[in-house]
């Protein structure tokens, strides 16, 4: 069966600079047959079009802060088999899709989700979950090398997280795309609990890696401090409506609020907000659960054609070479992978110290994989604070870490 082609939807907002970076970590994408779909306001299209490969790609320009409803948009310009979805603050890992989509050959597979590693670039922001039937999310163990094919018992979801997912085109037409009722948030929940009562089965997909860096926002700052709460208590509000009985919600309801100003409570006692911050986060946030019980659902009837034919992204096959070095090399090593990714290949380039230091791994604007850390430290935050190695031994253990998710032992 050959590869089904896949639409790569992006939607961004007041992030230009973020856009781009995702850009360049998508352009090293190593998949036969993908389009990229921009969705973002005057400034993220000046920045896409602007970009290297920016004739390539389809923008549509959209200024509301609905991800929802810019999602949908994306969808009537997608024309791939599978539409795929990845935050603008994001950046995926080359071998991104071809691990995400490969569970799409089987027939009941309608969606599929990968792991989100966090702003470290080391440490998981999100691995397996399921949802209950009210909507919150539980871990889930599934094997982390192996897609895990499931499908949930009545009333639950299987989780995707909106930064790292994807979709057989037409199931979520068939499903009605996103709702708008939803400007942020729970929009994927609210869609994998619709997926889950049609009956589709979700694949889980470890290996299908995105790092996600949580850019500030005019919902957050970049420490992920709150900046305002009305949207999260207006979509608890819908969500109730749609999924939960009405003689369960004040209770469910009690129970968020009071887990939304515990988290408040500890920023607070952190340095990060003031008591008067508390106070007006929570009135913001019944504000929210106020107009979310007058707010219409349900979004309007899908297209189930493209309104545009598939564009297909030209990413080049690409040679993935991985440096270690030592620190006082560390400069001399980056430059030289800028000038090799300038050409085609994809560059890791990691740095050791003779140190106990944590490791952190970031993709830079030049378009290098970049990881930094001591020799005796952890990349892996379950393993022991202090390992003896040598140099050459811990370089090879670093590298057979990321060598699947890289591509390192892909022939090109």
Avoid at 71 to 85: M, W
């Amino acid at each position: 069966m050959s590869d089904p082609t896949v639409s790569v939807v992006i939607v961004s907002r007041d992030r230009p600079a973020a856009l781009v970076r995702c850009l360049t970590g998508v352009a090293q994408l190593q998949y036969p047959s993908f389009e990229v779909v921009i969705v973002a306001d005057p400034g993220g299209i000046a920045a896409a079009e602007a970009w290297d490969d920016g004739s390539a790609i389809k923008c549509v320009s959209f200024d509301e802060p609905n991800i929802s409803a810019a999602r949908n948009l994306g969808l009537t310009h997608a024309a791939g088999d599978i539409v795929a979805f990845i935050d603008d603050d994001a950046v995926p890992e080359p071998q991104w899709l071809r691990y995400l989509v490969a569970p799409a050959v089987r027939a009941d597979v309608a969606a599929m989700g990968g792991f989100v590693r966090g702003r470290n670039g080391i440490s998981y922001q999100y691995k397996a979950r399921t949802l209950d039937t009210q909507g919150m999310a539980q871990p889930l163990e599934v094997d982390p090398f192996q897609a895990t094919v499931l499908v949930p018992p009545k009333g639950r979801g299987i989780k995707t997280e909106g930064t790292n997912m994807a979709f057989r085109r037409e199931v979520l037409v068939e499903l009605g795309g996103f709702d708008p009722a939803y400007h942020y948030f729970l929009d994927e929940t609210d869609l994998n609990m619709r997926l889950g009562r049609a009956g589709y089965a979700t694949a889980i997909v470890p290996l299908a890696e995105v790092h996600h860096g949580f850019a500030p926002s005019a919902i957050r700052r970049a420490d992920r401090v709150p900046r305002d709460l009305f949207e999260i208590g207006a979509s608890w509000a819908v969500f109730q409506r749609k999924h939960i009985s009405k003689d369960a919600r004040a209770a469910q309801w009690a129970a968020l609020r009071q887990s939304e100003r515990r988290r408040l409570i500890l920023h607070m006692t952190a340095g990060r907000l003031e008591p008067r911050d508390v106070r007006r986060l929570m009135r913001r946030l019944d504000a929210g659960h106020a107009e979310g019980q007058t707010r219409s659902f349900g979004s309007a009837g899908l297209a189930r054609h493209a309104v545009v034919p598939f564009r297909r992204f030209a990413a080049a096959r690409r040679a993935s070479r991985f440096t270690a070095v030592r620190g006082l090399r560390g400069k001399e090593a980056l430059a030289q992978a800028t000038r090799r990714a300038a050409h085609g290949t994809i560059e890791t380039v990691l740095v050791l110290s003779r140190t106990a230091l944590f490791h952190s791994v970031f993709f830079n604007t030049d378009g290098i994989w970049v990881q930094r850390g001591g020799i005796f430290g952890r990349s892996d935050r379950a393993a022991p604070l202090f390992r003896l190695s040598t140099f050459a031994r811990r370089a090879e253990r670093e590298r057979r870490r990321v060598e699947k998710v890289r591509g390192l032992n892909v022939e090109n």
